[in-house]
C-alpha cells in the first residue's frame, strides 16, 4: 500500500522537523527520502535555560541521527553486496554532504553554538582574532583529534565523573560534551577525515551571498541540487574568498 | 431613492459662490442639515452607481440548477464546505476522478469482486471507516520501518521518530529503474577527476572515494553517494539577499567586490 508518510506525521509537524536523504547515483530529479523526524527541543524555564537548551538540542538531534544511520554507519566500513546481473558488485555508502543551515551545522558537530571561543566550525579561529589578518593561518580543526577529545568528554559526562576535565576539552575546540554521529561513518571519522568538510548550505539559507559568491558564473554546478557544497565550492567555481573573513576561510 | 435625494437636495442646500467655489471647480453648497450635507458627500463619489455583481460569469448562459437531485446536492454541500472553505479546483478535480471510480464510469478501470458494493456493505458506521483507514495507516508505517523511541535529556523526554537509513538506500536502488541510476560516476567505470561538473557524482570527493574503493576491492566496487538534509531553524526574512555584519558572533564580513 502507498501511503505518504508526510501524511501520517503532519500533525506533529510543529514539534517535529524531518531528516531526509538522497542518493545522488540516481539520475534526474533529486528524491529526498525521510529517513527520520527529529523532535523541536525549545527552552526551559531553568537555571542555565540556553545552555541547557543547546546540550539538549545536540544530544536529541546526535541520538535521532544514530537511530538512524545506525545501520548504515555500518555498511559504510563493510560495504554490501548487489547483483547486478552477473556481476555482484561491492557498494559502500558515503556521506558527500550535509545540508543544513549554521545552526543546525554546531550541532550537527555538536559544537557550542552562539557566541563562544571558537565560532569557526572548520578552524580554529578565535573569537576576538576572526576579523583580522592573523585569522588566515589559524589551523583546521582536524577531525581525529577533535573526535578524540569529544568522546573523551562524552565518556566524562555518562559516568558523571570529573567536571573539570570535560570543561576543559569543551573549552578548548568549544565542543559539546557529544560525539558526532557522522564521525563513525567510513570517510569522515576515517581516512580521509572528511567530517569537517561535509556540510553545505542551502543557498537560501547564506545571508551572506554577495560575500561568498562572486559572480563568476556557476554553469552546471547547481544541476541536480539547489545547494553549493562549499568545500570543494572553490574549485567548482573558482571562487574568491576575503582572507580576513573567518566564515570565507571556514568555507575555503 | 435618486428622487429623494433630489428632493431632499431642494429642501436642503443652497449653492455657495465666492473664491472658494471658483477655485475648486466645483459647485459648493451650504446645507441645512449635516446628515443630508453627508450623504450628499459620499454620494458624489458615485461608489454604488459603478458597483457590478460580484461573480462575473464564466459564460453568456451559465447552467445553474444542475445539481437537482438529492445525492447531487449533498455532493455540492460537501465540495462547498468541507474544511471550512471548501475544495479547491484542483481538489474537485480530483474529486471528480475519484467519483468516476467510485460510480464505476472510469474509462478503463478494473472489475473486481466489490465492484457493485457500497460503502454500507464494508462499513457500518463512519468510526468502522475510520478505524479502517487508521489501521491501513498504521500497518503501512511499520512495513515501512518506522520506529519510535523516547530520548531522555537532562531529565526531560523527546519521543523521536526514524527509519533505518540503509534500508531506505536499499528501497531506491530496488525500485528505480536500471536505466535511472549510475553505478560509477563515468557509467561503465569511475571517472577521472575533470572540470566536468553536471551532477554531485562529478565531485572530486565522490570520485576520490571511488578510486580508493578500486584499488582496495577491484573493478567490481562502486560508491553510493549520500546526501543528507536536515534544517531545525527557519530561513531569514531575507531570503539570502542581503549582507550583514556578523558582529554578533564576533565576525566581520567583508562584501567582496565583484
Request: charged share 25%; aromatic share 10%.
Amino acid at each position: 500500500m502507498l501511503v505518504p508518510f508526510d501524511v501520517c506525521f503532519a500533525s506533529l509537524s510543529a514539534q517535529l522537523y524531518p531528516v531526509r536523504v538522497r542518493v545522488v547515483n540516481v539520475i534526474g530529479q533529486a528524491q529526498w527520502v525521510t529517513a527520520a523526524y527529529v523532535p523541536i527541543v525549545r527552552r526551559l524555564k531553568e537555571r542555565s535555560a540556553d545552555a541547557r537548551a543547546r546540550l539538549r538540542r545536540s544530544g536529541v538531534l546526535q541520538r535521532t541521527l544514530y537511530a538512524a544511520f545506525r545501520e548504515y554507519i555500518a555498511f559504510s566500513h563493510l560495504g554490501f553486496a548487489f547483483k547486478l546481473g552477473t556481476r555482484t558488485l561491492k557498494v559502500c555508502p558515503r556521506t558527500l554532504l550535509y545540508l543544513c543551515d549554521r545552526p543546525e551545522e554546531r550541532a550537527v558537530f555538536c559544537q557550542i553554538g552562539g557566541q563562544c571561543e571558537y565560532p569557526c566550525s572548520v578552524c580554529t579561529v578565535r573569537v576576538g582574532v576572526s576579523g583580522a589578518a592573523t585569522a588566515v593561518n589559524s589551523q583546521e580543526r582536524k577531525a581525529i583529534d577533535v573526535l578524540e577529545d569529544q568522546v573523551e568528554a562524552m565518556e566524562l559526562v555518562r559516568s558523571s565523573r570529573r567536571r573539570s576535565r570535560r570543561v576543559t576539552l569543551e573549552e578548548g575546540a568549544s565542543n559539546s560534551s557529544y560525539a558526532p554521529v557522522f564521525g563513525a561513518t567510513a570517510g569522515l571519522g576515517t581516512d580521509p577525515h572528511l567530517l569537517f568538510h561535509m556540510v553545505g548550505f542551502g543557498i537560501l539559507h547564506v545571508r551572506l551571498v554577495r560575500c561568498i559568491i562572486v559572480g563568476r558564473g556557476a554553469p552546471g554546478v547547481s544541476k541536480g541540487t539547489n545547494c553549493y557544497q562549499f568545500d570543494t565550492m572553490k574549485n567548482f567555481l573558482g571562487l574568491q574568498f576575503s582572507p580576513s573573513c573567518s566564515i570565507c576561510r571556514s568555507l575555503r | 431613492m435618486e428622487a429623494d435625494l433630489r428632493a431632499l437636495y431642494e429642501m436642503n442646500r443652497t449653492e455657495v459662490s465666492g473664491d472658494d467655489a471658483a477655485d475648486s471647480g466645483r459647485q459648493q453648497f451650504k446645507y441645512a442639515a449635516v446628515s443630508t450635507h453627508i450623504r450628499a458627500l459620499y454620494e458624489e463619489m458615485q461608489d454604488v452607481q459603478r458597483a457590478m455583481p460580484l461573480a462575473v460569469l464564466r459564460r453568456k448562459r451559465p447552467h445553474t440548477g444542475r445539481c437537482n437531485f438529492y445525492r447531487l446536492r449533498a455532493l455540492q454541500q460537501f465540495v462547498l464546505e468541507v474544511g471550512g472553505a471548501g475544495l479547491t479546483l484542483a481538489e474537485q478535480d480530483r474529486l471528480f476522478d475519484f467519483l468516476d471510480v467510485w460510480d464505476r464510469t472510469k474509462p478503463g478501470m478494473p472489475k473486481d469482486a466489490g465492484h457493485f458494493k457500497t460503502l454500507r456493505d464494508s462499513f457500518d458506521s463512519a468510526s468502522a471507516f475510520q478505524s479502517a483507514l487508521a489501521d491501513d495507516l498504521d500497518v503501512a508505517v511499520n512495513e515501512a520501518g518506522w520506529k519510535k523511541v523516547v530520548l531522555t535529556e537532562s531529565g526531560v523526554d523527546f519521543e523521536t521518530y526514524f527509519r533505518s537509513v540503509i534500508e531506505v538506500v536499499h528501497n531506491v536502488i530496488t525500485r528505480t529503474d536500471a536505466g535511472k541510476f549510475r553505478w560509477w560516476s563515468g557509467g561503465s567505470a569511475p571517472a577521472p577527476i575533470d572540470e566536468r561538473r553536471e551532477t554531485p557524482m562529478d565531485g572530486e570527493v565522490f570520485k576520490m572515494f571511488e578510486s580508493t574503493m578500486t584499488e582496495e576491492h577491484g573493478e567490481d566496487a562502486c560508491v553510493l553517494g549520500l546526501h543528507v538534509y536536515s534544517d531545525s531553524s527557519q530561513l531569514s526574512s531575507s531570503g539570502g539577499t542581503f549582507s550583514f555584519s556578523c558582529s554578533s558572533a564576533g565576525e566581520s564580513c567583508c562584501p567582496l567586490s565583484e
